[in-house]
């Protein structure tokens, strides 16, 4: 029931977008609580992140996404991905996930893979005392799925954006604050 209600929610807000002005119908974004918290800097990104259809769920697995990877309306040239944090010690789930997932976008969609972010460990030690999740352990996902990335010649990971110190780019040392978003998006882009 809780899967259906969320599909029909997600459906009624892409269905909302088609004719809101400023929605960018050529590029969407599918992932977890950093993906959906984005939605109100996007606005202050850079072209395509700007009026990305936001397809963000808070609180999901990766499994979670990949049951929502139909959610990506037809014909939609670019994907940005992303997810993994909230099962991030189960790293053949996610791995098994992102496969799927993957396999489902078509070829001719350019899916630029965000994976998983790093922390500002500092920060999350004081806000979430006694976290699990360490960069080390994000790196060995990520070097994982990244992998399995490179075996789809339309998917390119933005390791730049993966890779690189959110240290003071969040505001729990988990979700990024606006600079962080920024500076995602810009890794993602290369700038």
């Given at each position: 029931m809780t899967k259906y209600l969320t599909l029909a929610?997600?459906?009624?807000?892409?269905?909302?977008?088609?004719?809101?002005?400023?929605?960018?119908?050529?590029?969407?974004?599918?992932?977890?609580?950093?993906?959906?918290?984005?939605?109100?800097?996007?606005?202050?990104?850079?072209?395509?992140?700007?009026?990305?259809?936001?397809l963000g769920v808070g609180g999901q697995t990766s499994t979670q996404i990949r049951l929502r990877i139909g959610t990506i309306p037809a014909g939609t040239p670019m994907v940005l991905l992303e997810g993994g944090i909230n099962n991030l010690g189960d790293p053949d789930a996610i791995a098994a996930d992102y496969e799927a997932m993957l396999n489902t976008i078509p070829n001719t969609t350019q899916v630029f893979f965000l994976g998983i972010i790093h922390v500002d460990e500092a920060q999350l030690a004081k806000s979430i005392p006694g976290s699990p999740l360490t960069n080390a352990a994000i790196t060995e996902v990520v070097v994982r799925i990244n992998a399995i990335c490179y075996r789809h010649s339309n998917c390119a990971p933005a390791i730049a954006a993966q890779m690189q110190s959110m240290d003071g780019l969040t505001i729990d040392g988990l979700h990024p604050n606006p600079a962080g978003y920024l500076a995602i998006a810009n890794r993602v882009l290369g700038h």
């Open positions: 929610i997600v459906g009624l807000s892409l269905a909302a977008c088609d004719d809101k002005p400023g929605v960018n119908k050529n590029f969407a974004m599918i992932g977890d609580s950093v993906i959906s918290l984005m939605a109100p800097v996007q606005p202050q990104l850079p072209s395509p992140f700007d009026g990305a259809i936001n």
